[in-house]
């Protein structure tokens, strides 16, 4: 029968959008205002290296894309955070308000990520942009399913990806590409 808990624990492990949903349902208001343009965000600096021709175009994106990227993660962790210690404190109100603060910082993260996109050169990276954005996306979805406990670890997915277009390391600050 161990095989049969461990499937039982399984399904009953909520899903972050089951969860956000739970605490919305309960028809408490995110009412907060979004904080101004960049607060609390420090962006990490471009890449030293200065090569030239399509090279230089890559290394700017990829500047580019580390500073959305590590921004963006650091915002959506913020939040991330606020709602599992609401849930785990049991306060369904703060638990909401941080779940939608969440949200809305993937759709922003995606959103910034889109913007590049149109601007990159390089095929392989427009598509890991493209990738990540859409990754973003549907974490932010109602629909989406993903077990709380693995919402932070599929963020790894991002950092793979840009890793193997902007080389191993680059994924910024402190961020190895876990997951």
Same mark, same amino acid.
């Given at each position: ?18 969860l956000l ?15 101004p343009s ?11 290296? /200065? ?95 993903t077990p ?11 950092? /793979? ?19």
């Amino acid at each position: 029968m161990v095989n049969g808990e461990a499937r039982t624990a399984a399904a009953r492990r909520p899903t972050a959008r089951a969860l956000l949903a739970a605490l919305l349902s309960l028809g408490v208001s995110a009412g907060c205002a979004d904080p101004p343009s960049g607060a609390g965000r420090t962006p990490v600096p471009a890449p030293a290296a /200065r090569p030239t021709g399509a090279a230089a175009d890559t290394a700017s994106a990829c500047g580019r894309l580390l500073n959305i990227n590590f921004a963006g993660r650091r915002a959506f962790e913020a939040q991330w955070s606020k709602v599992l210690a609401a849930v785990a404190a049991g306060d369904e109100a703060a638990g909401a308000k941080a779940g939608e603060a969440a949200r809305r910082e993937l759709l922003s993260w995606a959103a910034a990520l889109d913007g590049l996109a149109v601007d990159a050169a390089d095929p392989a990276l427009r598509r890991a942009v493209v990738e990540s954005s859409a990754l973003l996306t549907r974490l932010a979805a109602d629909e989406d399913r993903t077990p709380v406990d693995r919402v932070l670890p599929r963020l790894g997915e991002i950092d /793979r990806a840009y890793a193997s277009v902007c080389g191993p390391g680059e994924t910024g600050p402190g961020e190895t590409g876990r997951g």
